[in-house]
């Protein structure tokens, strides 16, 4: 749950460039010089700070960013996710198209050349057999949403299929493009337990050789220890050069660089960190670059929390935020571009981008705030805590503890509301979000959501519908907690319901954007729950030895063009 400017995309780069032919005329009786070999590929080496425990990213206990790292270039999808947010079709032939309005009907075809690893043709039957397993409910998957809209899909043909939906429903792509969307296949798992058949391996279950629909394939899977990938020889695009990539644990930022210094590794995405592009750059022969994606930082609000269920309160913290100063202090020095966020559904850097949360300062103003609490009756105790009847504003917050850039976020908040008479206990866990978050054990907290380009896929963060069920940290430790939202804050409005089910059946791209920025427009002035902080920027860090690589701040990251990349002396 961490949930990335335009770029020209660099496989439609070589293709261009393979496609050019460069002739030389020779003097007579010349003799042509042998070409130069181009030089092989060597292994990379890549240092993960959130090893996955297992390889499915549909389930809930895979669901996450290094999982879909790692995986991704295994598992073809519908669709890719270019750096610039844009849906490149993948596996399908074209972009899928709305065959009819009524009922809603969304016609995809599939590349006559895609295949699996084993030669087996990529077919409708494959997404037929993935639409049919995600909403088996004896299967683990993380999300249902927008699949339980379709009341028919049909195969007409190997290389076509229709999906009727039961009302007319805009994000479609969304459905093949997220990374968690991988397609099935189904000769392999037909009739496999999916919750665990990919665990530990990305594999034929029956002859336990690898099964691969991308240009890698996982030969590999030890938890905690490593993952290799390897070329898949049959894949349908372009071809990999680099032999092997292998993804190995290193859990802290430092270690981190300290392994890319020394050589043990030959890359690595930390989450942002103080200091850490200057430390990066000061390697000799290391290359640095920073995208900002669809991954915002924000500060949350347990909206049933006596206190903090008085919206006036949670408007003085918002009008007290020193958003800023944290952007300043915590993310400018990993990318000069990051700014305050001021939108809760769209990023700074996308089209549709409306300031709404500016009517709360970016600085942030105390003597503001202070008059919001002045007027709804908070009066400061002898402590100096404010205080209204038997309830006083002192609350605690967390985040993931060894996140410092997060540590000093939580202080810079600490010290501005003391001004308010508000007090801030920092309380920081290293299973906060599996556990206290999912079982609503705790008042605020800071984190980041991983989004995707079109807003749809957060509709889960703000709908009443998605209030889950209160999950024990036995349930979370076994990844057993309800999947039906992700609504945290229990954020209830009936005006944001509405609105962003009227954005799911609204197809014109203008009037579907002012759906969502007017759902945020209320959530600014009407809920404020979660306060939004700034883009969350990406830190890559790679040997400058290393050719093709491209950062991808979408859910694809950074190995999304792994054919690519290519390590030479």
């Not at 390889?55 to 669901?63: A, E, K, P």
């Not at 008085?310 to 400018?332: E, G, S």
């Not at 850097?349 to 409306?354: A, E, I, K, M, T």
């Not at 890559?540 to 701040?553: K, W």
């Amino acid at each position: 749950m961490h949930a990335r400017p335009k770029h020209m995309s660099s496989r439609l780069f070589a293709a261009l460039a393979a496609g050019t032919l460069v002739t030389v005329a020779l003097s007579a009786g010349a003799t042509a010089a042998p070409a130069k070999p181009k030089a092989k590929s060597k292994s990379i080496t890549i240092a993960v700070d959130q090893f996955p425990p297992v390889l499915n990213d549909m389930t809930s206990q895979g669901n996450g960013e290094w999982t879909a790292m790692i995986a991704g270039p295994a598992l073809a999808r519908g669709y890719k996710l270019l750096p610039d947010f844009s849906y490149q079709p993948w596996i399908f032939d074209k972009d899928c198209t709305v065959s009819s309005p009524s009922p809603f009907t969304v016609d995809c075809t599939i590349r006559p050349d895609a295949k699996w690893s084993d030669g087996v043709p990529i077919t409708s039957a494959d997404f037929k057999f993935t639409y049919d397993t995600i909403m088996d409910k004896k299967n683990d998957v993380v999300s249902r949403n927008g699949y339980d809209k379709i009341t028919a899909f049909d195969t007409p043909s190997p290389a076509e299929f229709q999906m009727v939906f039961n009302s007319v429903f805009a994000p479609y792509r969304e459905l093949w493009a997220g990374s968690s969307t991988t397609v099935l296949p189904e000769h392999v798992l037909a009739g496999q337990n999916f919750n665990t058949v990919w665990n530990k391996c990305i594999c034929d279950p029956k002859t336990k050789q690898p099964i691969s629909s991308g240009p890698m394939m996982v030969k590999s899977f030890t938890p905690d220890q490593q993952v290799t990938l390897v070329p898949n020889p049959n894949y349908w695009e372009k071809k990999a050069t680099v032999p092997k990539v292998v993804f190995i644990p290193v859990r802290d930022s430092n270690a981190e660089v300290n392994a890319l210094r020394v050589g043990e590794v030959d890359m690595i995405y930390p989450q942002n960190q103080i200091g850490l592009r200057q430390r990066i750059e000061s390697i000799d022969g290391a290359k640095y670059t920073s995208s900002l994606g669809p991954q915002w930082e924000h500060f949350d609000m347990l909206s049933t929390v006596p206190g903090l269920d008085d919206l006036q309160v949670r408007k003085a913290l918002a009008t007290a935020m020193p958003r800023q100063q944290i952007v300043n202090r915590v993310v400018k020095d990993a990318n000069d571009n990051a700014e305050v966020l001021n939108n809760t559904q769209y990023m700074v850097n996308q089209q549709p981008y409306v300031p709404n949360w500016s009517m709360y300062p970016a600085t942030g103003d105390v003597d503001a705030a202070n008059a919001i609490l002045d007027a709804a009756g908070w009066t400061r105790g002898s402590d100096g805590v404010r205080q209204k009847g038997n309830v006083k504003l002192a609350f605690t917050v967390g985040t993931t503890s060894g996140n410092q850039a997060r540590i000093l976020s939580e202080q810079i908040m600490k010290a501005q509301f003391q001004k308010l008479g508000v007090a801030l206990a920092i309380k920081n866990a290293p299973d906060i979000l599996d556990t206290n978050m999912t079982g609503f054990d705790f008042q605020t907290l800071i984190f980041a959501w991983v989004s995707a380009p079109d807003p749809y896929g957060g509709n889960a963060i703000w709908l009443s519908s998605a209030i889950p069920q209160q999950c024990s940290p036995k349930q979370a430790k076994k990844f057993a907690c309800d999947q039906s939202g992700q609504n945290y804050t229990k954020v209830r409005d009936p005006k944001v319901d509405e609105l962003l089910n009227a954005s799911d059946t609204q197809t014109d791209p203008v009037a579907r954007a002012a759906l969502f920025n007017q759902a945020d427009l209320q959530l600014a002035t009407n809920d404020v729950t979660v306060i939004p902080l700034f883009q969350k920027p990406t830190q890559l860090g790679y040997r400058s030895s290393i050719s093709g690589v491209q950062d991808n701040p979408t859910q694809d990251g950074f190995t999304w063009n792994i054919e690519d990349w290519n390590l030479t002396p």
